[in-house]
């Protein structure tokens, strides 16, 4: 249902005229976040861009601003319990999790200078999947 929404939206937004106010990526997340997740920053975070995560019960969201300005491009690195962003350039900072995710299929996509990072939970042996 959630997906024929976004695709309803999508379509929406698509349609409405170049002099109207857009809107540029949403997500829709359904049923209770678990603990917050607070990413650890660099020794010179004073300048480090905010940083939203949410979870969800099959998946972990990230979200932050990419820096235009910056020399190289944007990319995420997925590791056993932990991501680690970088903006632009050379600087970096890691994400820790709480759990341990699927590195095969979680992904992150940059689009309009917003990084969005999607990390699927590893299956616990002894839960069911809920996919």
Not at 20 to 27: Q, V
Not at 50 to 69: F, M, Q, R, S, W
Request: proline content about 5%.
């Amino acid at each position: 249902m959630f997906r024929k929404i976004e695709r309803l939206m999508e379509r929406i937004l698509s349609d409405l005229p170049d002099y109207d106010p857009k809107i540029i990526g949403f997500t829709i997340i359904s049923g209770p976040t678990g603990e917050g997740i607070y990413p650890y920053f660099s020794d010179d975070n004073y300048d480090d861009p905010e940083v939203e995560v949410i979870e969800g019960d099959d998946c972990i969201y990230i979200t932050t601003v990419a820096n235009a300005l910056a020399d190289g491009a944007p990319y995420v690195t997925f590791h056993k319990k932990s991501v680690t962003l970088c903006t632009g350039g050379a600087k970096e900072m890691i994400v820790d999790l709480n759990w341990e995710i699927d590195l095969v299929h979680s992904s992150y996509n940059v689009q309009h200078g917003v990084i969005d990072v999607v990390c699927r939970k590893k299956n616990i042996p002894g839960e069911t999947s809920l996919s």
